[in-house]
């Protein structure tokens, strides 16, 4: 007997808790056992609450892998949206599965293989994909319409101080206040508008009382205050509609930049413009008034904090410590007659993370560091013999290098070799001398070669790039130094920070060594006479101190000096 396996999806939560699964499970037994299919118990994958626009599901992974290491013959599914919401999303697993051995009959659509039948499931597939389209727009309609008949029922959860009860047959969902929890919220707006308590007072006033965030973390973060403290449900207005999705790449902090991470999807959520939020009504626990002295606080707060107002300082974004990752912030004390800054490594505050302080790096005095570095690059522009004895090296690597020319040409050929391999395997499609079976079997090997070349192309382009820039460096390494040379002297703190921006990629700070990693700016002679002419770095900052704008960029940042570590003993924050 032919064994199959049985794929069932519903998305919502309401589907989920109706059990409508069960009736597509049961159709799709029905209809394997009138083929006279066998279908083992572990081989029914069910996705319950899952959505179809997408392919990460659990059942659907457990499916995929099976079928990847089992021979498995038919996979029954109720219908072509069940699969997947997008048709993009279906035609790949359809030829997965495809390649695999394995077919996929549906139970409402097309039961064959001809090429009618194929047509048929493309377009179920982009009706899917329409119809998963229309009903989010239907659902947001729907939401911001009962939003703005005040239902609380489109908020769906609530702060800490409220309990949100679900709508039931008799009436909507509600805010109910917490007793214990509103007099907290009460008392927390209160210390803060008229004691003027701040935000690290109150979280740790919150978390030494024992009570749990909302969450269930037993730590308050500051975060977490600021964030009730402009939430307006507690003067009586919920909000709906403050976020909003939109298609761009969420940043990342320095850790997960040099951890090579990247943002599973391309969107980050964002907040809606003021005048486009809906407020509904909701139980107060807080008054009008003080909501209004709590925000123009933190307004003021916002427009006045010292950190908007002071000088900025060499390091600054540019440091990071070498034992933990994390970048140096600028901090400051007082004596009774100076003001003194430190650069301080943010993993090791101690509020910033539940188990305490991840780094035990100590501060460093901002001055002292500031100097130290500043004399390496001066130092770096009056002799650039190290600069130069670092091209001379790459220079001499890349002329007892093979030449890449020959293998470039030997490269193209077979790239093109393969392009015309493909181009004939599809118009034998077309002539109908081959099948669609086929034409699967042998074109992802024929697009992994044609890929495996371009790259292998481009490496060499870059390799061929790298040597050209080395050798206009090296013509132009004396006069790029000699005008800068000429202007450090005079400069000023943020012309400094360009200088130390274009030489330096970063300062790593550690316990008894800073190490400064050098890159190299390839640039254009200029002449001071030349009014005309212009250009752009390629790192989007122009490198202008003293000279004017006639001081042009031309190529990018070719390469990066070796490490250089500069100890400086005696300068830790505890010693000064």
């Not at 495809?98 to 039948?117: H, I, K, L, Q």
């Not at 093109?416 to 395997?425: E, L, V, Y």
Request: charged share 30%; glycine share 8%; net charge positive.
């Amino acid at each position: 007997m032919t064994n199959a396996v049985i794929y069932a999806r519903v998305s919502s939560a309401r589907q989920k808790k109706n059990e409508t699964i069960v009736s597509q499970v049961e159709a799709l037994r029905a209809h394997a056992e009138h083929l006279g299919l066998e279908v083992p118990e572990q081989w029914v994958f069910c996705d319950d609450g899952h959505s179809g626009a997408t392919l990460v599901r659990p059942a659907l992974e457990r499916l995929r892998d099976l079928i990847a290491g089992v021979g498995i013959e038919v996979v029954l599914c109720y219908s072509p949206d069940r699969l997947a919401r997008k048709f993009a999303y279906q035609a790949l697993l359809i030829e997965e599965f495809t390649r695999a051995g394995t077919r996929v009959e549906f139970v409402n659509g097309p039961r064959g293989d001809t090429p009618e039948d194929q047509l048929l499931v493309q377009f179920q597939g982009m009706f899917a994909e329409y119809e998963k389209a229309q009903i989010m727009e239907r659902y947001r309609r729907g939401k911001t319409h009962r939003a703005r008949s005040g239902s609380v029922n489109v908020l769906g959860g609530a702060p800490f101080g409220y309990r949100y009860l679900r709508r039931t047959e008799a009436s909507g969902a509600v805010y109910e206040i917490i007793e214990h929890e509103s007099v907290l919220v009460a008392e927390l707006f209160r210390r803060y508008a008229d004691d003027g308590a701040s935000l690290a007072d109150l979280a740790r006033w919150l978390t030494d009382s024992g009570t749990a965030t909302r969450t269930g973390k037993t730590r308050w973060d500051r975060s977490v205050i600021w964030g009730m403290l402009r939430n307006p449900a507690y003067a009586g207005r919920a909000v709906f509609g403050k976020t909003m999705v939109v298609h761009e790449s969420a940043g990342l902090n320095r850790v997960a930049r040099l951890q090579g991470r990247a943002t599973p999807k391309p969107s980050k959520t964002v907040d809606r413009p003021r005048e486009e939020w809906i407020e509904i009504a909701v139980p107060a626990i807080v008054s009008e008034a003080t909501f209004d002295r709590v925000a123009q606080r933190l307004s003021d707060n916002k427009r006045s904090a010292v950190r908007g107002s002071t000088e900025p300082s060499l390091l600054q974004g540019v440091s990071a410590c070498a034992g933990c990752g994390y970048g140096y912030y600028r901090t400051s004390t007082r004596t009774t007659n100076k003001k003194i800054y430190y650069y301080r490594c943010l993993g090791s505050d101690d509020y910033r993370y539940e188990g305490g302080r991840v780094c035990t790096n100590k501060p460093v005095r901002a001055d002292y560091l500031d100097t130290v570095v500043w004399d390496h690059i001066t130092g770096l522009l009056a002799d650039p013999s190290l600069i130069r004895t670092e091209i001379d090296k790459r220079l001499d690597a890349a002329k007892s290098s093979d030449p890449v020319v020959a293998q470039r040409k030997r490269l193209d050929t077979t790239l093109a070799k393969t392009r015309s391999g493909i181009a004939a395997m599809i118009e034998a499609f077309g002539e109908q001398l081959i099948t669609i079976d086929e034409l699967r079997v042998r074109m992802p090997e024929l697009r992994a070669r044609e890929t495996n070349l371009r790259h292998q192309i481009d490496a060499l382009d870059a390799q061929q790039a790298d040597r050209e820039g080395y050798l206009a460096l090296a013509n132009d390494l004396q006069g790029f130094l000699t005008q800068l040379r000429t202007n450090a002297e005079t400069a000023t703190i943020g012309e400094r920070r360009r200088v130390l921006k274009l030489l330096v990629k970063d300062v790593l700070i550690g316990p008894e060594k800073i190490t400064i990693r050098h890159r190299i700016p390839l640039r254009e002679r200029t002449n001071r006479s030349d009014q005309q002419s212009s250009g752009t770095d390629t790192e989007g900052e122009h490198c202008q101190l003293r000279w004017g704008r006639n001081f042009t960029i031309a190529r990018q940042f070719v390469s990066a000096l070796r490490l250089r570590s500069v100890d400086f003993p005696g300068i830790s924050g505890s010693q000064v």
